[in-house]
């Protein structure tokens, strides 16, 4: 099984649940430093379960663009070689660039793209098993259209509604954070 927690903070609970198990993926790409301090790409889990433990630690600013390089090149490889039986998503909103609480400053289609990927990688992998459990999100509006366009997903529709758009900002560069990820998890 593998858990991919997209909401913006560190996953504390469900990293220590399974720190030590090698049956278990789990993946988080959140804000970093952040609440709540935990989730340092160092994290890689205990025992014979180190490597299957996924820390991403983003700066603020990431915005749609490389929080998809991310999972392109990052989560999906890593997703491949597990080869999970089930995908659990721990699914927060509060990445949004509109969230009062972090700031990686993604879209309501950033958020959608992600879920589709994520989807994607259940129906290569595991014949499509594939749960969307709600975790944060504080921009109710925001919440909506996330948790809407995630349902459109997983109903096939292409169609998906971002009427809050997006702030202009100036991404940050992710080149050293992907490469020291790669070498980290042999990707
Ligand atoms: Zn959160």
Known sequence: MAIIDFDV????????AFYSDADVLYVSSHQYPHYPGSGAA??????????????????????????ARIYDEIVTPAVRRFRPDLIL???GYDAHWAD????????????ARLARTLIDLAAELCHGRIVFTLEGGYNLDALAHGVANAVRALLGRDDL???????????????????????RHRL
Do not use: R, W
């Open 9 to 16: 903070h560190h996953g504390n609970g469900t990293q220590d």
């Open 42 to 67: 160092e994290e890689t889990g205990s025992g014979q379960a180190v490597g299957t433990t996924l820390n991403i630690p983003l700066p603020g600013g990431v915005g749609d663009g490389g929080v």
């Open 89 to 91: 998503v721990s699914a």
């Open 100 to 111: 009062p609480l972090a700031g990686l400053m993604l879209t309501c289609t950033g958020h």
């Open 161 to 183: 509604s971002d009427p809050l758009g997006s702030a202009q900002n100036t991404e940050p560069d992710l080149s050293a954070i992907i490469a020291d990820l790669k070498t």
